[in-house]
């Protein structure tokens, strides 16, 4: 069932039990032949295995049936809010990814360089994969070389990664639905942005875009490669109820990349900063904050990278990192543990997946099932079957004591 | 989850991975005593056995919990088209029921003869069952010796079996919401139809309807029996969104059944015609079409017909055939292939009946569960859990890569 906070903001109570949503990107995987195991099954995991065999077992899907999510989707929806229904734009993403610490008035782009001939005509939409110090370098030049002051709004060239950066326009007014500039093949011009929605503030905002990105294309027209550049995914934060106003819970997010954060941040979640990027640096900081937070969400990254990189045995061990860790976390006596991942990344496909996502719910209040390891196929036989990830909140609200009794 | 198409057609993507959706019309069965086994958990099925081995297995919920659906709406929700949302007039089912080349104009109908008293009430609602040879001299008659050509509409009368028959108006502006003549009690007059949709094409078609009732129970007036008739569902094909456009495949349907083909033909596949009626030569025919085709739609009729005649063993049997003759698909390469019913047909009710359909999905990239053979109760422990039916091509769409990551 998809989730419907209107039915849980009625009944959402406060209380002391803590909850801990432990996800780890990714965590889903495959085994490479038909008799073999999965990541998870190979890896060797004493704490999370007893945790299965105390709590309860399931199989989480993150979107729809049959469909790969990426991260910022993913991570909405173990937060409770189903990605079909709160549209983000990829403008909004990729700020939030570099960590960018976007107002809701924002209006905000994906942009790639890219290679135009004499003609005008797209030759390389990603201006050959520059390395990343030449996008640093090129949005250096453009923040200082481009401006819309004399329209009273403030720019933001911020780099990404390689050919991609994030355009951030802020000022009153800005909104509307905004085309893309990128025709999506090469061999065309560049498009100008329209807008679709009919309204001032789109209209106004098309009209300011147009004219940041003339400004940019004469400011770049000399580069070698990077001679021009487009505008992806325009948008505004969506401004999405919050998490903390809809659970009656004081939210935390402990995550190491700007993109996890970003997204915990669109939900009304606290960000909490701290020092090393191993799932026990992590857990520290869990401990150092305990006190003040009801809610804390626990993002560990590199499952999902050695998945994408078809590294099995990496996965395996940042698993079983992980796994070594948790007696920290478990010293903290959580009332609730959902420990999950936002999709599958299996090493046998090297890229995300719509598999199904193994899950377990632990804590005093959670039914103890007959799944007595953790893992893909264990889970199959648990007692929370097959759900929709946005059902992870609701089932740990309950389980935490946190929702009042629907009706008398 | 209800299979919702927006979010689908928007990631659909073209790639060479082929989709075989295999039915075995009526598949699911029960035990004859409360310790004994099912239909197909009898039968010798070494192949789907290995199949149900290497890939995940599940239980498809046709309609609603608890809910006995007819081929019609178990076929369209096995192709993803939810039928509680997609209503299709019985007079179009009942005329793709007998093969009848539909037309998006066609006003379909479904009527039965009838007998009334000398005041004209209804003293039998199906006129005694006539024999179905009753029924075709009937429609002949009705053919000769009525028509609404001097209206400009073509009509045709055509027999179904006993005392049902079809009757499809031809020409443009047909439509409307027409109610039915039937006051579904013996006792009272037939009804005129009348319109509930407020529309032009509404009041005509219902005028049109009710003088060719007129004319068709005076040709009837001296029959013994049959000396009137009802029409219900009166309706047009729908015009459903097309099954090719929704997930960007070219599509087959390989059936012996009119009813079958004629579903298919509603969502825009295309229908094959071969010689023969056995699993084999259904094969057969799969294999001539491989190259022409993305997905392939294959039913198997005769587990169904056997399971109303209450014939466990000969469903047993059939059920083997199919598992006999699958190495010729596997030979194939197909990426995905689901094996299905429609519904369930246990011999035991010698009826469709609601209890979920054993269902397994293979391919390189389905995840191999814990499950080792087909069956119902096997299937209970599998990946895929208890789902909808209309989540079958979703998952086999993710299955083959054919569906585009959602977000970035």
Redesign the interface.
């Known amino acids: 069932m998809?989730t419907d906070h209107r039915v849980y903001k009625n009944l959402a109570q406060k209380n002391n039990n803590k909850i801990v949503l432990l996800v780890m990107d990714g965590l889903g995987g495959?085994?490479l032949h038909?008799?073999g195991l999965t990541e998870l099954e190979s890896a060797y995991t004493p704490n999370l295995d007893r945790l299965a065999g105390e709590g309860s077992s399931g199989?989480s899907?993150p979107?729809?049936?049959?469909?790969?999510?990426?991260?910022?989707?993913?991570h909405l929806s173990l937060f409770s809010y189903d990605?079909?229904q709160f549209e983000?734009g990829?403008g909004v993403?990729?700020a939030l990814g570099i960590g960018f610490d976007l107002s809701h008035e924002d209006l905000a782009a994906?942009g790639n360089f890219a290679t135009v001939d004499a003609n005008g005509l797209i030759s390389d939409r990603r201006a050959g994969r520059i390395p990343t110090e030449e996008c640093i370098r090129l949005c250096e030049k453009l923040q200082a070389e481009t401006s819309l002051a004399a329209e009273g709004y403030e720019t933001f060239v911020l780099p990404v990664k390689e050919h991609r950066f994030a355009l951030i326009i802020r000022g009153a007014g800005l909104g509307g639905q905004l085309t893309e500039t990128d025709p999506l093949v090469t061999g065309k011009a560049p498009l100008p942005v329209t807008d679709e929605s009919g309204t001032t503030e789109g209209a106004h905002s098309a009209d300011l875009v147009n004219k940041w990105v003339a400004q940019a294309r004469s400011v770049l027209a000399d580069e070698p490669k990077a001679n021009s550049l487009n505008l992806r995914?325009l948008a505004r934060d969506p401004g999405l109820p919050r998490f903390p106003d809809i659970y009656q819970m004081r939210a935390a997010a402990i995550a190491v990349y700007p993109m996890y954060k970003g997204v915990a941040k669109l939900v009304g979640m606290n960000v909490i900063e701290f020092d090393g990027d191993r799932p026990h640096h992590e857990f520290e900081a869990l401990a150092r904050e305990w006190d003040n937070y009801d809610f804390f969400f626990i993002h560990i990254k590199k499952t999902d990278s050695y998945g994408e990189d078809g590294n099995f045995d990496a996965k395996v061990h940042e698993i079983e990192a992980v796994d070594a860790a948790l007696p920290q976390l478990l010293a903290l006596n959580p009332s609730v543990l959902i420990v999950t991942g936002d999709h599958s990344t299996p090493a046998k496909?090297r890229s995300?997946?719509?598999?199904?996502v193994p899950t377990l719910f632990w804590g005093e209040d959670v039914m103890p099932d007959s799944v007595a390891t953790f893992g893909?196929?264990a889970a199959?036989?648990g007692a929370m079957?097959?759900f929709?990830a946005t059902e992870m909140i609701p089932w740990a609200m309950g389980y935490a004591g946190r929702l009042a009794r629907f009706g008398a």
């Open positions: 998809i495959m085994p038909v008799n199989r899907i979107i729809r049936p049959g469909i790969t999510p990426g991260s910022g989707p993913a990605p079909i983000i990829r993403l990729e994906r995914g496909l995300h997946s719509y598999h199904p893909e196929r199959e036989g079957s097959v929709h």
